[in-house]
């Protein structure tokens, strides 16, 4: 009896499951929980017999004063312990590097002929290579036996894996794929290399090829824990991808359930790639990509949702992002009031054609013919069936308020915003519009057991939010807004600072704030400095008042609303840090830091 082993493994392999368990903790779903259990249950359950094999035909042996005891068909507990935590391990290594990745978008409609085609057929080739050439190598009964029962009892596994899952495989990003298997492969190696060494377990001469990676790495052992890591991620990778195909294929499975049977998984996989729907994948790599270039803080924000729920958050995202995007980029009044109509009427087509949803034909017509291309997708894979139709068209009022700018032309008694009742209007138009649709999309995805005045309530502290997040923004964007000739700082307080609209505009075009070697600029800076602060405090009083309901929400989507929430927020802390200067003309949260204020949100 001895405890060389079990020191190995807590030395190390139980810091690095400690470490990982502390840094996913927040970010693991149910969903997460039962994945890496079904890998667990799968690698012991198909490791047992080959490593059984390999000990009782002397392949390779434990000394008896290096291990406990206590044995299972004659592998040491501590064995079996490591099939265990290696597949632990590095599932939650595959986890963490890819919980931002969005799989609906590496879905590939592939028709007969397609490249990706003989990718998967060139692949399935290579693992049969593979397969016959340790077939030979076992007949030759000598110094191959050991690697090639490696290859023998890996392949199958690889071949299958292959099969269903290769355009994940080859096509999501390289952090996903090849770093969770290079990372603790390079690790187990050097962890091995120090077993052999100290002789903590030994592979029997004769049956090995006797060829060292470097010194007293056998090839095999290296071999082995590279095809052990991969046969992990390329499970984990297979369950991403039929997770994919369930939630971006309502059509061919209306109803997925939270925690899907492997039947289910399987029939996802076995889904012809023909009959993905292309235009909706398309839409969503659309919508996707949009939503990374243009909102650092909604990106992160949205790695904290999953499922159908977030694709249809992404999808809100992107048609708000081009509504709003058609009327900023307008090069007239004229025009933009010319999209406000179009999108006013393709709202009214959306809200009739729900009643009967055959006549989908006017809505998409109308769409290609009045909008450009790179707007269809967001609008027609709008989901408005399970959105109310009041927000959306109250968005376009706030886009309307924001016209009115350019009428303005320095006569300060046409600003819309005069008064704090302006500003609450026009925020809640732009923004708490925005937080009652995010709480829909909510709701039907996870009604929970919440009650109907319970529910308009939460809806309701939904839209407070989104004045809160909408008044930071605001509060961010003062150079960025007065350069397009917009001031939302309501006329009465511009007033007590001794400022009107058109002079602010007139002062930060002038280029006052970067500026300060005249007194006056500084001064004009001081001013509005308090006005920034000011619609700061204000912002979080509203956000006081509106953050508990967050506590109320279902535990579905509690902590990933808290994270939309927190990460645009940290923008407002941010500012109100003593001596924080705006740069750019606009206050930004280092990548890191939003990246730790998710993560925070979802220890809570
Ligand atoms: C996680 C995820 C993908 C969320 C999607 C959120 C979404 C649909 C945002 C729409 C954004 C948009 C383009 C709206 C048009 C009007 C507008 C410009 C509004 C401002 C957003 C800022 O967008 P921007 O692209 O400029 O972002 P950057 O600053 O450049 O990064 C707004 C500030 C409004 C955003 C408002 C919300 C997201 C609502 C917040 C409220 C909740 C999430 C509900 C909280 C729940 C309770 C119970 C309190």
């Known amino acids: 009896m001895g405890y060389d082993y079990a020191l190995v493994h807590l030395k190390f392999n139980i810091p690095p499951a400690i470490a990982l368990s502390f840094l996913c903790r927040p970010l693991l779903t149910r969903l997460d929980l039962y994945r890496i259990s079904f890998l667990i249950t799968i690698a012991v359950l198909y490791t047992i017999p080959w490593d059984s094999y390999l000990i009782r035909t002397k392949i390779w042996s434990y000394p008896q004063d290096v291990i406990i005891g206590p044995t299972l068909y004659d592998i040491p507990l501590e ?9 632990y391990n590095t599932s939650l290594l595959y986890l963490l590097l890819s919980k931002t990745t969005l799989h609906p978008t590496y879905l590939r409609y592939e028709e007969k002929g397609d490249k990706w085609r003989y990718y998967k057929l060139f692949g399935q080739m290579a693992l049969v290579l593979g397969f016959k050439r340790g077939l030979e190598l076992l007949k030759q009964e000598n110094e191959g036996t050991y690697m090639a029962l490696i290859l023998l009892w890996a392949i199958p596994i690889l071949v299958l894996l292959w099969g269903l899952a290769y355009q994940f495989i080859l096509g999501l990003p390289l952090t996903s794929t090849l770093l969770p298997i290079a990372l603790p492969t390079l690790y187990l190696w050097v962890v091995d290399t120090m077993a052999l060494q100290r002789g903590t377990w030994v592979i029997e001469s004769g ?3 006797g060829i060292h990676v470097w010194p007293h790495l056998e090839i095999e052992e290296a071999v082995f824990f590279l095809i052990t890591n991969t046969l992990v991620v390329w499970g ?17 499975f209306p109803k997925v359930p939270a925690l899907p049977s492997p039947v289910l998984l399987v029939r996802a996989l076995l889904l012809p790639s023909a009959a993905y729907d292309s235009a909706r994948i398309a839409g969503l790599q659309e919508a996707a990509n949009r939503l990374s270039l243009k909102s650092r803080s909604f990106w992160v924000a949205s790695g904290a949702f999953y499922g159908r729920l977030r694709v249809d958050l992404i999808m809100l995202y992107s048609y708000c992002r081009v509504a709003d995007d058609l009327i900023d980029d307008a090069q007239s009044t004229d025009e ?18 729900k009643v009967n949803d055959q006549n989908i034909g006017p809505l998409a017509r109308f769409v290609v013919e009045q909008f450009p291309k790179n ?41 819309p915003i005069k008064t704090d009742d302006d500003l609450d209007l026009y925020c809640q138009y732009v923004a708490g519009t925005i937080g009652q649709l995010c709480l829909e999309h909510c709701f039907y995805h996870y009604p929970g057991k919440v009650s109907e005045a319970e529910r308009k309530s939460l809806i309701s502290a939904g839209g407070t939010m989104g004045k809160v997040l909408q008044t930071i923004n605001i509060a961010r964007d003062i150079e960025v807004d007065a350069s397009l000739g917009r001031i939302y700082i309501p006329t009465a307080w511009l007033k007590k600072e001794k400022l009107t609209p058109a002079e602010t505009i007139k002062m930060i075009k002038s280029g006052a704030l970067r500026d300060s070697s005249k007194d006056s600029n500084a001064a004009f800076a001081e001013r509005l400095d ?8 204000h912002a979080f009083v509203l956000y006081e008042e509106s953050r508990p309901a967050i506590e109320r929400l279902p535990t579905e989507f509690r902590a990933s609303m808290r994270v939309t929430v927190e990460s645009y927020v940290e923008i407002g802390r ?8 705006v740069k750019r003309g606009r206050a930004t949260v280092p990548k890191w830091r939003r990246f730790f204020v998710a993560w925070k949100a979802l220890s809570q």
């Open 79 to 87: 064995e079996v312990f490591f099939f265990v935590i290696q597949t």
């Open 236 to 252: 984990l990778i297979a369950f991403d991808n039929a997770v994919a195909i369930l939630d971006a294929f309502p059509f061919h």
């Open 207 to 209: 049956t090995k090829l």
């Open 336 to 353: 933009a009031k010319t999209w406000v109509k179009k999108l006013s009427r393709f709202l009214d087509l959306c809200y009739e054609s």
């Open 375 to 415: 707007t269809h997708a967001a609008l027609l894979q709008l989901p408005t069936n399970r959105l109310s139709p009041e927000p959306l068209y109250d968005l376009l009022k706030g886009f309307e308020m924001d016209l009115q700018f350019q009428k303005s032309d320095n006569d300060d008694s046409s600003y």
């Open 574 to 581: 941010t500012m109100r840090r003593k001596g924080y200067v």
């Open 530 to 537: 308090r006005l920034r602060m000011k619609l700061l405090d």
